[in-house]
């Protein structure tokens, strides 16, 4: 582990955990920036990176040897052939590749990095080190918790560099996300969704959820256990940043809630063009009136399968543009003469160039915003990763096409590039995204350092965090309170149902020994009237009888006489 030296004349002491790739491309953005105003920046980063190199001007470095390289540039090359062969297959082969190359490429990424945080929290001296430089804030990229996990062990105020955390997208994991109108990541939907997409949107949400709680949070459990309390839940401590600062905006995002800790810094790495290489600055004048496009997929993808390669290739020879291509590898038999290949080229300076006509690109959000800012409409191909929903947001705006690079044909990809060429739409609508995004008072880029500034004055922002990290699910969606109100009115009625009851139970008990003798007096009565008319009864028929012997004695004597 190399040695830190920091400057004691330093503003402030910053301390960097990034990620490598195209998230390092951005994150050096604002560590240049930052050394740029004087403070002194540390940067932590593994012995093999792949773009973070241990010597800079801009900051002192912690270098970490792992001993085994286990995740390469490429991992990512075999991953993308794995995927575009699935979609071949259809879709649901497709998606069920893509599912298992992301889980492969998360699982390796998560294990590496666990690795690194582990070999560093057990080198006591490295710790002490880290501890004594009284670093004021750490800046890091959750979308690999090792920053995170070590802040908290630091004990240190956290600032994010921030578009994705391990298992999906930022605003998830801090502000109200209603997937009813907020799509998930992975999904490709916009923010207009019917029933069935609404329920495709649900399905990708619960796979996130899995893929957090089956995938990434048992790879750091055994960290949390050895070196933090007992409890110590992962997603409580994501959530307990001090500042967001989201790669983002509205512009290229959907409208969706948010937070007052969010502050959103989307194309902070964009900036006007440089003048190009005399060679290159040839070429692009070359191409006249007809203009330029520009092709790149982006630092971790050099080169797409040799079929696909050969269909793009085959379509470029057939403009009437001039065509400059960032391809490493075989040269494509079927390359035009208007076709210059590069193995590395200035994508934001092309893009800015006034020549520039269209970007064919895999929809990055780093290349993505470059095209918003300099007013580029693209042609996506998307590959893995968030590309697709970038793209998705483009096309939305009427600024893209996107294609399926998996089935791509030479005539599907020539007629969707003359389309973006020939029809002034895309160029007005991506026009009107670059005048919107540059249109506020102050550059993003600014606006991120002032913020790091802020919280490192102001030893946090809590002021701006909510609570409701702190509460448990049931009380953040109001379970509680509903419960509660129904048993208001439910306890309530029982309560009446009860006391009723208990009344008429008692009433029936005072009323049935009186109900009991008016029955037998009842039944009685009947049978002594029975018993003293009978006597009368007789009585009368004897007297009856006695009237009716007189008459008629008295009859016969009458005759008689």
Not at 34 to 55: K, P
Request: charged content about 20%.
């Amino acid at each position: 582990i190399s040695q830190c030296i920091l400057d004691g004349s330093a503003l402030y002491r910053i301390l960097v955990f990034p990620i490598d790739g195209s998230h390092w491309v951005n994150m050096e953005v604002l560590v240049k920036e930052l050394h740029g105003r004087s403070h002194q920046v540390t940067v932590i980063r593994q012995a093999d990176s792949w773009f973070v190199r241990e010597r800079s001007p801009h900051y002192t470095s912690v270098t970490v040897k792992l001993g085994v390289t286990t995740f390469d540039l490429g991992f990512f090359e075999q991953a993308v052939r794995n995927v575009l062969e699935g979609r071949r297959k259809g879709l649901v082969m497709g998606s069920l590749v893509q599912i298992r190359e992301l889980v492969s490429i998360l699982r390796a990424a998560h294990s590496s990095t666990c690795t690194m945080l582990s070999i560093m929290l057990e080198d006591w001296a490295l710790m002490t080190q880290l501890k004594d430089s009284s670093f004021d804030v750490m800046v890091t990229d959750p979308g690999m918790p090792a920053g995170i996990i070590l802040a908290h062990y630091l004990n240190l105020t956290m600032v994010y560099n921030v578009r994705w955390m391990s298992f999906g997208e930022g605003h998830f994991s801090i502000a109200p996300s209603p997937i009813s109108y907020v799509p998930v990541p992975g999904s490709g939907l916009t923010d207009n969704m019917g029933l069935l997409q609404r329920t495709q949107n649900l399905i990708h949400y619960i796979i996130n959820l899995l893929q957090e709680r089956l995938l990434v949070l048992p790879i750091y459990s055994d960290i949390l256990d050895q070196h933090f309390p007992p409890g110590t839940n992962l997603l409580s401590l994501q959530q307990s940043a001090d500042m967001w600062l989201m790669r983002v905006d509205f512009v290229f995002e959907f409208p969706r809630p948010t937070m007052p800790n969010v502050v959103y810094i989307g194309g902070f790495q964009c900036r006007p063009a440089k003048p190009l290489p005399g060679e290159l600055e040839a070429f692009m004048q070359s191409s006249g009136e007809q203009g330029v496009v520009v092709m790149s997929l982006g630092t971790l993808i050099s080169a797409l399968p040799k079929e696909v390669t050969e269909a793009v290739a085959a379509a470029f020879a057939q403009l009437p543009q001039k065509v400059v291509w960032r391809l490493m590898g075989k040269r494509p038999s079927s390359l035009g003469n208007n076709t210059l290949l590069l193995d590395w080229l200035p994508q934001n300076d092309l893009l800015g160039h006034p020549k520039t006509r269209a970007f064919v690109a895999h929809g990055g959000t780093n290349g993505v915003y470059e095209a918003i800012y300099h007013g580029v409409p693209v042609l996506g191909l998307p590959l893995l990763f968030d590309q697709q929903d970038n793209l998705v947001r483009l096309q939305a705006k009427g600024a893209a096409q996107v294609l399926d690079a998996a089935t791509l044909t030479e005539w599907e990809f020539l007629e969707a590039l003359q389309d973006i060429l020939k029809n002034p739409s895309y160029q007005r609508n991506m026009k009107r995204l670059s005048s919107l995004h540059r249109d506020q008072p102050l550059h993003p880029l600014d606006r991120a350092v002032f913020w790091v500034e802020y919280v490192i004055r102001n030893k946090g922002a809590s002021h701006l965090r909510t609570e409701a990290y702190s509460m448990p699910w049931y009380s953040y969606y109001s379970l509680d309170v509903v419960a509660l109100l129904l048993t208001i009115p439910l306890g309530s009625v029982g309560a009446l149902f009860s006391f009723v009851r208990v009344l008429l139970k008692r009433r029936s008990k005072k009323t049935m020994p009186h109900l009991g003798n008016t029955k037998i007096e009842n039944s009685a009565k009947p049978e002594s009237k029975r018993v003293e008319n009978i006597p009368q009864l007789d009585k009368n028929k004897t007297e009856k009888m006695s009237h009716a012997e007189n008459r008629e004695t008295q009859t016969v004597k009458s005759k008689g006489k």
